[in-house]
């Protein structure tokens, strides 16, 4: 007698695991097409017909998984790139030999990825009018707070900045790194920009580190 289960109890085990492979395959068509069109033209640019023909997928399909349409995978988009950003700031700012400078290597890194194109338009220009700037805030928050606040203690730990409260100066620099974010993505020179906006805000940092041993 064969070990093997009848035919239809094989189909009825691998079903659920077929249909969420496509359901994957289907958002991860939708959000890289869509991530594509979006940061050549930006959101107003792109068209949800243009978005599904591109990701060679039905309008149905498109509302089944994001039901609030366009702005609702925009979002997703939006996510995708801030996590992609985040672990490449964490990547540069964790080869650094201290606190100190893996604070200053992130801001430096953060800065840097502000320059990129893609995230000028999906992240800064793009995310806060289309998504509103509570829910913009609340995203940049989710993936930049905790590990600036991370930093920011380790760095007060070792006596390199003032002690105080790590999740106030999170917030603080956080805040004026989103404010430096925007001048560059909306700057005529963005390099140049950069180069200001980072040396404003290493002249905040240096204002919040305890005493140089002598």
């Given amino acids: 007698m064969s070990s093997h289960p009848p035919d239809n109890e094989t189909t009825a085990a ?10 994957e395959a289907t958002i991860a068509a939708l959000v890289r097409a869509a991530r594509e069109l ?18 060679g997928v039905t309008r149905g ?15 997703a988009v939006l996510v995708q790139v801030s996590v992609e950003m985040t672990r490449e700031v964490m990547s540069k700012a964790g ?17 840097d990825a502000c320059t990129n194109p893609e995230i ?3 992240v800064l220009i793009d995310g806060p009018s289309v998504l509103g700037w509570d829910v913009w805030r609340a995203i940049d ?6 590990l ?4 920011v203690q380790a760095a007060i730990d070792a006596g390199q900045l003032l002690p105080q409260s790590a999740r106030a100066v999170a ?20 390099a140049a920009a950069r180069a200001e906006m980072g040396q404003t805000v290493r002249h905040l940092l240096e204002g919040l580190r305890g005493p140089k041993p002598s």
């Fill in 14 to 23: 691998e079903r659920p695991r077929t249909k969420a492979g496509q359901s």
């Fill in 141 to 146: 928050a989710e993936h930049g707070l905790g």
């Fill in 148 to 151: 600036l606040e991370q930093v």
């Fill in 38 to 55: 979006f940061a050549a033209r930006g959101y107003a640019g792109v068209g949800t017909e243009e978005i599904v023909q591109a990701a």
């Fill in 61 to 75: 399909a498109l509302y089944h998984h994001f039901p609030g349409g366009k702005e609702q995978l925009f979002q």
């Fill in 95 to 111: 080869a650094a030999g201290d606190p100190w400078d893996e604070l200053v290597a992130g801001i430096d890194a953060f800065l």
């Fill in 171 to 190: 917030h603080v620099l956080l805040g004026a790194l989103d404010e430096a974010a925007m001048v560059v993505a909306r700057a005529d020179d963005p």
């Fill in 120 to 122: 000028q338009r999906i």
